[in-house]
């Protein structure tokens, strides 16, 4: 089983960027996702969450109206677009998958928010 983030870069305040989440050897819509992000020297955070059954969305008020997350059944992902970033967004950003018996973590990938 792995989970990949990708799409992370450098973007200027005010900039958008699509993060996805990937997974091989498992079905991602079967999972609750959650996207967080930690920053140096911070504790990781959640930015957002989307439930495996029904599809409900959570987001924390510093990200809420900014960052969207949705799933691709057709290709086993789950995208956090993001957009009016800014710096205080630079952070690693990372996705889990998990189900009642199992989570998984995958790689991050970094989102650099400057001029």
């Known amino acids: 089983v792995q989970l990949q983030a990708s799409g992370g870069g450098l973007v200027q305040p005010g900039g958008s960027l699509r993060l996805s989440c990937a997974a091989s050897?498992?079905?991602?819509?079967?999972?609750?996702i959650g996207w967080f992000r930690q920053a140096p020297g911070r504790e990781r955070e959640g930015v957002s969450c989307?439930?495996?059954?029904?599809?409900?969305?959570h987001y924390p008020d510093s990200v809420k109206g900014r960052f969207t997350i949705s799933r691709d059944n057709a290709k086993n992902t789950v995208n956090l677009q993001m957009n009016s970033l800014n710096p205080e967004d630079t952070a690693v950003y990372f996705c889990?998958?998990?189900?009642?018996?199992?989570?998984?973590w995958g790689q991050g990938t970094l989102v650099t928010v400057s001029s």
């Open positions: 989307i439930s495996s059954i029904g599809g409900r969305t």
């Open positions: 050897g498992l079905t991602l819509d079967y999972y609750a």
């Open positions: 889990n998958a998990r189900s009642f018996v199992a989570v998984y």
